[in-house]
């Protein structure tokens, strides 16, 4: 059985010779032996979180970029994109030569896929499928629209532009491609910005905020972002659908402090400036950010999953019903994170299962998360008899042996 070494011991390994310190350098630092260090970084020890965090602190990286955290971690993400969608984006597919289509018409196809992008299991096979025509479909009709004679229609087509745009950004990241991923994110907050649209601006903020927060180091210009937009949008708006997508900015900035081992005030904001935007928001998908009491829960679970808390995680986890989510993506998200909780506590039984449900819940998405090959990888190479064959199993349906 041939497995590939496991990844918090290749990232310590990656950032230590990326910063030019050996291994008696940075074990000293740490107050760890050099043998242990040795054994960490070849994937026959586990550091504890308490070692993990010295380490991330003096290698000058994140907890996350050693843990592999989905969101800030893609340097384990292969690529997935679809070529023709990449092409697309780059202009490389321009759509054929027809009738001028409507920006009401265009609306429907983007709300469409977007249902498909937060609900169906499989939903890169399916948004593959669509996107590459759309994408041309949305470009040819903003251009045909620019200077056209009806500002009406010209400001829907870029609304919808702004909307396929958004959905661009969380495809992309999860396909791998964070370069697009930014470059998406910046065309939708261009299009909202000339649809002088505050709501869909601070979507698209909200995008950008969650790109950043894709990248190691840049947990702060995410919050400072999010947070500046929550300021211009509770200036510009006050209805029931402001309040939320300012919650969802808010969270931004919640992650991005439990990223920067800043748990105390991660939850802090949580308490003081989320839980009573989700009470007065109630549950929804206000532009698709799925915000609400619901996703506020899982966020605070996200916080003790990162700042290595594992008994409150899971505390916390037990209170939580997903069946209230109209994303799939997110209940994903939430079992990945459950799944690490027991992780962290070496429950095997227990994350095997976790696995096997997220496999029914999102296959694709489960093939795709580097924190979900890491889980499986370490299952299997500790794996006991009973369920050894499972572990096995899940991994070569993951293709990782």
Not at 83 to 90: G, H, P
């Amino acid at each position: 059985m041939d497995l590939p070494t496991l990844p918090v011991g290749e990232r310590v390994r990656h950032h230590r010779t990326r910063r030019g310190r050996t291994q008696a350098v940075v074990a000293g630092l740490c107050g760890i032996t050099e043998d242990y260090l040795s054994q960490i970084e070849r994937g026959l020890k586990k550091p504890s979180h308490d070692v993990l965090t010295k380490l991330a602190d003096h290698l000058q990286v994140p907890i996350t970029a050693l843990l592999g955290d989905t969101e800030t971690d893609t340097t384990d993400v292969p690529s997935t994109a679809g070529s023709d969608v990449v092409r697309a984006l780059l202009g490389q597919r321009p759509a054929p030569p027809g009738q001028l289509l409507t920006a009401c018409g265009l609306r429907e196809r983007v709300e469409d896929l977007w249902r498909i992008w937060q609900t169906s299991p499989t939903r890169f096979t399916e948004a593959e499928a669509v996107l590459p025509r759309l994408i041309g479909d949305v470009e040819a009709t903003l251009r045909a629209r620019r200077y056209g004679t009806d500002p009406t229609e010209r400001r829907e087509a870029l609304r919808v532009a702004a909307d396929l745009y958004g959905l661009l950004r969380s495809y992309c990241r999860r396909a791998g491609r964070l370069d697009l991923s930014l470059m998406v994110a910046d065309r939708g907050l261009r299009a909202a910005e000339d649809a002088d649209d505050p709501l869909r601006i601070a979507a698209a903020q909200w995008n950008l905020g969650h790109v950043l927060l894709s990248q190691a180091g840049d947990e702060q210009d995410a919050a400072d972002v999010a947070l500046s937009a929550a300021d211009d949008l509770h200036r510009a708006l006050t209805t029931p659908e402001a309040v939320a997508v300012r919650g969802a900015l808010e969270l931004v900035a919640v992650v991005a402090e439990a990223r920067n081992r800043r748990a105390w005030a991660a939850r802090d904001r949580l308490t003081q400036r989320v839980l009573p935007l989700a009470g007065q928001a109630g549950e929804g998908n206000t532009m698709w950010t799925v915000f609400g009491p619901t996703n506020t829960e899982l966020h605070a679970v996200s916080v003790e999953m990162l700042d290595g808390d594992a008994v409150e995680g899971l505390r916390l986890a037990d209170q939580v019903d997903t069946a209230r989510l109209p994303s799939r993506e997110r209940q994903f998200t939430f079992g990945l994170e459950v799944a690490r909780c027991y992780d962290l506590r070496r429950e095997d039984a227990a994350v095997l299962v976790h696995l096997l449900e997220l496999e029914d819940v999102a296959p694709e998405d489960l093939e795709r998360s580097p924190l979900a090959r890491e889980l499986v990888i370490s299952l299997v190479q500790r794996a006991r008899p009973t369920y050894r064959r499972q572990a096995t199993a899940l991994a070569a349906r993951l293709n990782l042996l």
